[in-house]
């Protein structure tokens, strides 16, 4: 390492095996490293092996979702907070040689982030109820979406006409030669209308629309799945979503949680390397006092 003077100070970036980079008023010069590591402790393992599962799931969800993360700083994507949020559920691990091959396990991942009230789901398994009152109309094969919308907005405070309300159900797969999990993702919505004399079964997933308990919910076997409702609105130039988790209705998510499944994922990679003295958990910290005539000082925001 060393530290330049006069113009040739103010580079920054890097070229061929030099790196340039800007403290306060000084510009420091290094070497690129020849040899890169390959990440095997326990505790960067336990992060590696659990994000082919989250990048997985946001392939497949990603053209569902445009406008799911209201609040979304200007220099983040999509991509960025579905990570950032997923990244404190539940893990799913998955080896190195499923994630090669495709492989998606339907998880029960936050799919929206936003400032109108969730939709509240209760019940297990298939049978899944919201907190969208139906009132005493229920929901059938001749209900209109006119007739539907009115139902909503009469028996719900948090609704009104023109709000959308989306259903996303992700089906959990195998491939019959391989025997690699995959994921089939649908989705629809319904805008609320009163003047709309389409029927709803026509325009929606009929299971994801039915009557449960005088509620909005979900009917019928769909088999493994994750899926949810999500509540949405146009408000002044700005997409308003209600903030939603995946229903877990998936009976294989199992098999890749856990100690099992994350040691099965751990050693795709290679033995894991623990080095005793390596202070893998202190965070340190380089402090520089600027050269006498002051400097500038700056920071930045690292971003998934």
């Not at 109309?137 to 919308?149: C, E, K, L």
């Not at 259903?167 to 609320?192: A, G, H, R």
């Not at 080095?275 to 006092?289: H, N, Q, R």
Request: hydrophobic share 35%.
């Amino acid at each position: 390492m060393a530290i330049l003077n006069g113009i040739i100070s103010k580079l920054t970036g890097s070229t061929g095996n030099l790196v340039f980079k800007r403290i306060g008023d000084r510009t420091i010069v290094c070497e690129k490293p020849h040899i890169v590591s390959n990440p095997r402790t326990a505790k960067q393992m336990r992060q590696r092996t659990k994000w082919g599962n989250i990048v997985a799931m946001y392939k497949g969800i990603r053209p569902l979702i445009n406008y799911g993360f209201e609040n979304r700083p200007h220099n983040l994507t999509d991509y960025n907070m579905f990570m950032k949020v997923n990244a404190q559920q539940m893990p799913v691990y998955l080896t190195k040689q499923m994630i090669a091959a495709g492989a998606c396990i339907a998880a029960p991942y936050q799919l929206t982030q936003g400032s109108l009230p969730a939709i509240v789901t209760s019940g297990s398994g298939q049978n899944i109820t919201t907190d969208i009152a139906l009132g005493s109309d229920g929901i059938t094969a001749n209900t209109t979406v006119a007739q539907f919308s009115r139902t909503v907005v009469s028996n719900n405070a948090d609704y009104k006409y023109g709000d959308q309300i989306s259903y996303f159900i992700i089906k959990q797969k195998v491939n019959d030669e391989t025997q690699v999990p995959y994921c089939q993702f649908q989705s629809c919505k319904v805008v609320l209308d009163a003047s709309n004399d389409e029927k709803l079964w026509d325009v929606v997933l009929r299971n994801g629309f039915s009557a449960q308990d005088g509620c909005l919910g979900h009917a019928g076997n769909d088999g493994d799945s994750v899926f949810c409702w999500v509540h949405s609105r146009k408000s002044y130039g700005k997409i308003l979503v209600s903030s939603q988790i995946l229903v877990n209705a998936n009976s294989a998510l199992a098999e890749y949680t856990g100690e099992l499944a994350y040691n099965l994922a751990a050693s795709s990679y290679g033995d894991m390397k623990d080095a005793f003295l390596s202070p893998e958990d202190v965070a340190t910290t380089v402090t520089e006092t600027p050269s006498q005539g002051g400097g500038n000082s700056g920071g930045g925001n690292d971003s998934l």
